[in-house]
């Protein structure tokens, strides 16, 4: 009995040395139920990062830890909790929106830093020093799609098709609708859809046809958006379409037929058929690991860890700093430096949170992007 | 002619939902359980199909019979392990465990096929009828989910009526005690039940996602609760009344989404649901049961 | 039946309810002890709250199933009108009460005001069906309540409230606020609720049933759920007494709703699915139908379950799943249960 206690202690010392000079790196995502994909994909790009900069074996090392929220804010609140209770000294938030508002009140509230992959609401960072961003703030890709659409003099008369109990869908239609007469476009249709009723779009899709909308705006994930085009097709309409970066994944769909998507144009800042090196490496080793191909989410928790890593360097943190200790020295060098990674280059965040990078405008042809430009 | 064609959309999807609804009211006839798992066995037929048509390279046509093979067995399977040792126990009892069981299926395909969509090869491809100068278009897939579901629906009837089994599953439904008094086989009747219910699912979940071509481990469970609602909708335990619940429930929630609105859509689906269970309270086509005293 | 029997049936039923209280008293205070000696740890913490909401739904929905004994679907629709009408309340009182138990008090009751409402409104045609049906059209009216909600625009301006459906046309003045977001929900919620606020709320509700249920009406409930056709003819005023158990059910499912959205700094309708229904249903269920404080374990158990499943990562879902139809199957196969009562050395002789 004692031997086997005696080595039981040693275990846990070993393995305490073995991760005292980690950081222990914390998040949440859906890892199980319907908005699974996600969760996964951030976690799985989250877990390359970290493992790569560990086999690097720098001074910073990273313990990374992801626990399951199913898209749910209670349950991410629980997830948050269970990552602070095993010693979370720096946090990657929720990688959903909803979600990600209720734990981001919890990193406020405790002082301990957060960098959301993925979830794009202003909600997330509004009032909270010490959250941030990695993807896009909703409203500003409403308005940059806007934007781009009126400049660019793509379409006059526009419709927008958007997911009604999805906020992030929401969120971006919100600002698109609201800044569309600026850029001289006219919104003839506006029909919406939700959970439960997200199969047949002929209604919405009659409706844009019959108001001869020239342009459809998806502010909406790539599988939806799958069954959109396809129906389109099926009843002969083609206007040009438009997606956010929701979009990005459509290619990479089993099964997909990419002649659907020909043409379709699409704001992005990843892309995971980019010739960069950088991008080549993640989507080979991603593809080795999980047999699949990166979508944005992978890449954009990619970048949280790598983000991380620059600044816990610059800011000569050592993994026995608490959360609070790390939780001012994050908040300074996020606001002050520039970060290169696979969702953009010259990454800036600003005061509140939010990152400034530049959207690429992307256009699907012969099942590639090709840059609008 | 916009008409027509929400119309012709919403018999498409209202066949889909009356093919499910009839695996429901099959199962819930005989055993007076709502079998929450329903829907994903959907699920499961659907990834079987997608698996053999698109990584072994078999016939559409064959890979639905294989579907339907493997989901009957699941069926009987699921009904042995979970809800077999419940029948004697309070119906609520055994719900609950057919929402475990939902649960289980569900998380099992999440751990087994990932949780990327997946994009359904047709089982006919993606062409379609024109007519009326192309004003008016049904796409195959409309046209064989319509055909085979009225097929399926008159070889239910027939069997219900006419075989010695569906003979068997009547009486069970009635009173399963004076059944086994009369030399029936209660628990195989009840297995057999399952097994046509789930190979039923099969076939629904090939056509649903023909028609509607992303599947995903949850790809089955609100088509399921829609179908269920189907299935009171047109008087639960009765065969035309899924048939004929299905279709209207389809045709309301598009015309609703077309000329209501399209945010609210469901709660119009669910509202009229509810009026007409007000005016006939066991459904459209349902048997109104003598209270005895 | 003797007189001796009846009068032991209602000391065993007195018996019963006192220990309830009893085993809800001292959990409350172990854990209050337990989490001031910092010895709980963050994980318990947080969950302390929602599970009060969670027993708190257990109890309200335990008198429409278990003691009326109509099986009710839509149960977290009420949540939601309670959680909804709740944190509006408590937001524009945010200026007017300062001291936040108060204004969660205020907020819980006017909570279960909204939803004794809703579920009056919607007892009318619900309580006129029996079965199945009753049960469907519950469901049918928590997918509105959700619905309905999802579209549901509410702002509050120097002018007073606006509201509006389907989109965001309240044209709030300058410096006007908007509570309710539709699909967005509401976000920035002050956590105004407590653990005792929680406690407190349980023991009101439990108070609540217990008097009604070992009163005049209470023997009517269940009058009726034993036998409809001779209660009816006895001359109970069936409609009355399914009406008088339904509200008071909504009611409290309204306040546990306001407690639950508190605790969290956002709320959307959609948490309170056909999904989070299903989920109260299976802790009346797994506890025993009219078994209020096997309902509180069950909401104890349950909420906990899969936090404490963590450790098995992907497979955590797929455990819970498993441990679900396990334990169903245990609690009501005759020949399983028979089996375990062996193996329990303290049972009882009489049981045997």
Redesign the interface.
């Known amino acids: 009995m004692k031997k086997v206690l005696v080595c039981s202690l040693l275990v846990l010392a070993m393995s305490a040395s073995a991760f005292g000079a980690a950081f222990k790196i914390g998040g949440t995502g859906p ?3 319907g908005a699974a994909i996600y969760g996964i994909a951030a976690m799985r790009g989250a877990q390359i990062a970290a493992e790569e900069i560990n086999a690097l074996g720098g001074d910073v090392q990273f313990d990374l830890r992801y ?2 929220d ?1 898209h ?4 991410a ?6 990552l ?2 095993w010693g979370m000294q720096v946090s990657l938030g929720s990688v959903t929106s ?1 979600p990600c ?2 734990t ?2 919890e990193n406020f509230a405790d002082r301990i830093f957060a960098l959301t992959p993925s979830a794009s ?1 202003a ?1 997330v960072t ?2 909270k020093d010490n959250v941030f961003q990695m993807c896009f703030v909703d409203p500003n890709q409403g308005t940059a799609s806007a934007q781009y659409i009126g400049e660019k003099g793509y379409a006059k008369k526009v419709a927008v098709i958007w997911k ?4 992030y869908s ?2 971006v239609r919100d600002t698109f609708v609201e800044s569309a007469g600026k850029f001289g476009l006219e919104i003839v249709s506006e029909t919406a859809f ?2 439960g009723n997200d199969t047949d779009f002929s209604v919405q899709l009659t409706d844009a046809k019959d108001k001869g909308a020239e342009l459809v705006f998806l502010p909406m994930y790539y599988q939806p958006a799958s069954l959109i085009l396809a129906q389109a097709q099926a009843m002969g309409y083609a206007p040009k379409w438009f997606g956010i970066d929701g979009m990005d994944g459509i290619l990479t769909m089993e099964g997909f037929d990419k002649s659907l998507a020909e043409g379709v144009m699409l704001l992005t800042p990843f892309n995971a058929d980019a010739k960069d090196e950088k991008t080549v490496k993640f989507v080979t080793e991603y593809q080795k690991r999980f047999g699949e191909i990166p979508n944005q989410f992978a890449a954009d928790g990619y970048d949280c860890v790598y983000a991380y890593c620059q600044a816990l360097t610059q800011a000569k943190a050592t993994p026995d700093m608490d959360a609070e200790t790390l939780c001012p020295k994050m908040i300074e060098q996020f606001t002050t430096m520039t970060f290169n990674g696979l969702t953009g280059e010259n990454v800036k965040w600003s005061k509140n949170g939010e990152v400034t990078k530049d959207p690429k405008g992307m256009v699907i042809k012969n099942g590639a992007y090709v840059g609008l430009d | 002619m916009t008409f027509l064609n929400f119309f012709i959309s919403g018999i498409s999807l209202g066949s889909i939902y009356a093919i499910i609804a009839l695996g429901y009211t099959m199962v819930y006839g005989i055993s007076k359980m ?1 079998n929450f798992a329903h829907g994903d066995v959907i699920m499961v037929g659907a990834y079987i199909c997608f698996y053999a048509v698109v990584r072994y390279g078999l016939n559409p046509f064959l890979a639905v019979a294989v579907a339907m093979v493997l989901c009957s067995v699941l069926g009987i399977i699921v009904e042995g392990l ?1 809800y077999k ?2 029948r ?3 119906s ?2 055994v ?3 057919a ?3 939902s ?2 299926l569900q ?2 395909a ?2 087994l096929w990932s949780s990327n969509p997946k994009v359904f090869p047709s089982v006919v491809g993606r062409g379609a009828f024109h007519m009326f100068n192309g004003n008016l278009s049904v796409s195959h897939i409309t046209a064989l989910t319509i055909i085979v579901c009225l097929v399926i629906m008159v070889a239910l009837s027939l069997f219900v009526s006419k075989t010695k089994m569906g003979k068997a599953m009547r009486a069970c439904s009635e009173d399963k005690g004076a059944a086994q008094l009369m030399g029936i086989n209660v628990n195989a009747t009840i297995s057999m039940t399952f097994a046509i219910g789930s190979g039923l699912a099969a076939i629904a979940g090939a056509l649903l996602c023909s028609a509607y071509p992303t599947l995903m481990p949850t790809t089955g469970s609100l088509p399921g ?1 829609k179908a ?2 189907a299935a ?1 909708f047109g008087g ?1 335990g009765s065969i035309p009344g899924a048939f004929l619940g299905g279709l209207m429930l389809g045709v309301i929630e598009i015309f609703a989404k077309a000329y209501i ?1 399209s ?2 859509s ?2 119009v689906v ?2 009229v ?2 009026v007409v ?2 005016v006939k ?3 459209l086509l349902g048997k109104m049961t003598q ?1 005895k ?1 | 039946m003797t007189m001796r029997r009846l009068i032991n049936l209602k000391r065993a039923e007195a018996r019963r309810i006192y220990l309830t209280y009893a085993i809800v008293i001292a959990a409350y205070i172990i854990c209050q002890v337990m989490s001031s000696t910092k010895f709980l ?3 318990m ?3 302390l709250v ?1 599970i009060c909401a969670y027993m708190v739904m257990a109890v309200s929905l335990n008198l429409v ?1 278990g003691i009326l004994g109509e ?1 009710s679907l839509g149960h977290a629709g009420f949540m939601s009108v309670g959680a909804f009408s709740g944190v509006a309340t408590a937001i524009l009182l945010q200026g007017f009460i300062p001291f936040a138990p108060v204004r969660l008090a205020i907020a819980m009751i006017v909570a279960a005001v909204f939803a004794a409402f809703a579920g009056f409104v919607i007892g009318i ?1 619900v309580l ?3 079965g ?2 009753l049960a ?2 519950t ?3 928590g ?2 309540i959700k ?2 909600l ?2 549901f625009y509410l702002g509050v301006d120097s002018q007073g409230l606006h509201f509006s459906m ?1 989109s965001d046309t309240t044209r709030l003045l300058p410096g006007g606020k908007l509570i309710i977001r ?4 509401i ?2 919620i002050q ?1 105004i609720a407590t653990f005792p606020a929680g406690f407190i709320l349980l023991m009101i509700a439990l108070m609540i049933v217990f008097n009604l249920v070992n009163s005049r009406s209470g023997r009517a409930f269940m009058a009726i759920r034993d036998d409809r ?1 001779a209660a009816e003819s006895i001359g109970l005023d069936i409609t009355k007494y399914k009406m008088m158990a339904f509200v008071m059910s909504a009611a409290l499912a309204g306040s546990a709703g306001a407690l ?1 959205a508190m605790n ?8 309170f699915d ?1 999904n989070t229904s ?1 989920l109260i ?2 802790f009346v ?2 506890g025993g ?1 009219g078994n209020m404080l096997g309902g509180i374990i069950a909401a104890a158990v349950l909420t906990i379950l ?2 404490k499943l ?1 450790s098995f ?6 455990l ?3 441990v ?2 396990v334990m ?2 245990a ?6 249960k028979e089996f375990l009562s062996r193996l329990n050395p303290f049972r009882h002789k009489e049981e045997a």
């Open positions: 890892l199980t139920g626990e399951d199913t749910d804010a209670e349950k609140v629980n997830a948050y909790n269970a602070k209770d909803k508002e209720a981001a009140a609401s909600a509004e009032g009604n109990d999805d906020v929401k969120g939700a959970d | 709502l979970a040792p419940l004697q126990a309070p609520l009892a719900l609950i465990t929402i475990g069981m649960y289980f998380n099992t999440l751990l609760i269920f609602t009171v639960i609105s945010q609210l469901d709660a669910f509202g649901l509810i269970l007000l309270p066991a459904g209270e005293v | 740890s963050s994980s913490r947080g969950m929602p199933v099986l045609p006129r069906l029996k199945d049906y469907i059209v469901l049918a009216f997918e509105i619905s309905i999802n579209n389907l539709g699909p967005m929900g976000s920035g956590k056709i639950f969290y700094s956002t709320i959307v309708a959609n948490k056909f299903i249903l299976v269920v797994l139908q899969p936090e963590r990562s992907e497979y955590r879902m797929l819970y799943a498993i679900l139809i169903m199957l609690t009501n196969n005759a020949e399983i």
